[in-house]
């Protein structure tokens, strides 16, 4: 079967506390739906936590006006480490994810209000599209970027997640992975920018999309993404995870909602970027189930790819979504995706 990515299932934050990240995100941006929160131990990806198995709680939440989710992952044996160095933009990892935002004003003003932190201007990057950064109360960089996408209407000021930052080391190398193995091949800037600062760096900047010409599952949900890269053109990028672990704060992994993984493995064998971890048939957290994998960016950027075979409806009943048997090529009814909604939680934790 020929593969199909459907959207950015979510993006991965390393935390020290998962409640009081989700409990932030679902009051003030929107992530009000926990389809689900597992404890457990990470036996697949000890290549990325020196070789032990560690011990993790992982929630997962999403906003059902359209986008991605988010992973709030937090070590349960072990103080995660925050990188040693303050992160600017051109370093080497994801730097910031980016949320799709309907009325960027309003969600400006309303930021300031509440107070957030590194809260920058409005700026416009592409013709007819805005953005604008600011720091989470965690020290994680958020982009929140103008755009109309909208899967249902939700009180939230925002949607979900749309994309991510990323910076890399050598553009033309980054764009052939991103373009090849993940379908990136819409370029909707390409410019050299100054950061604006005393020492008025320059960076390359190439921003992504997908022509997403066939869709599947959860694409409705997931809507559109972006990616927006990033190569230092003066001065030596950092790596962001340098020294650390996978789970250590900040961005983890960004992830991709696919179908088709054994013609993703061999597409990433042809690439030369295998599969570091493969869960080979199917994982299960509980009240979830599928099939994962990583890779890794030209960078080392981990990239999460997750073919889904089971997400809970009514767990009280039961009731779960089957999705191995379906067209891999339809997506969900509007309804059924809505129904993830019983899993909205409307006070903090």
Known sequence: MV????????????????????????????FNVLLFKDEAVASLMTRYTNGKAEKRDAYLSLNLM??????????????????QNDIVLGDLGIYAMKIRCKDLVSMHGYLEQIGVLQLTGIINTLPHSASFYFDDPFGNKVQ???????????????????????????MERSLEFYKRMLGYTVVLFDDIETNGTAANKKYRKVILGQNRKHIGGFGDLLGPTQLELVEMLQGTPT???????????????LCFDV?????????AKILKTPFTVDSSNS??????????????????????LVETHKVPILKSLGIYLNLKKRNPYKTLPKWLVKSLGLHKVSKDL
């Open 283 to 304: 994982f299960d957290m509980g009240d979830a189930a599928g099939h994962f994998s990583y890779i890794e960016d030209p960078d080392g950027t981990l990239i999460e």
């Open 66 to 83: 359209g986008g991605g989710g988010l992973e709030i992952w937090q070590f349960k044996d072990r103080l995660p480490t925050a990188a």
């Open 239 to 253: 790596k962001i995870f340098k020294d650390r672990l996978w789970g250590d704060l900040g961005y983890i992994h």
């Open 144 to 170: 929140m970027v103008q755009d109309s996408y909208m899967f249902s209407a939700q009180k939230s000021k925002c949607g979900g997640v749309m994309g991510a930052v990323i910076g890399v080391s050598n």
């Open 3 to 30: 593969e199909v990515i459907n959207g950015i299932q979510q993006i991965g934050i390393g935390v020290l506390d998962t409640k009081t990240v989700f409990n932030w995100y679902r009051k003030h941006l929107g």
């Open 259 to 267: 179908q088709g993984m054994d013609s993703l493995r061999e597409k």
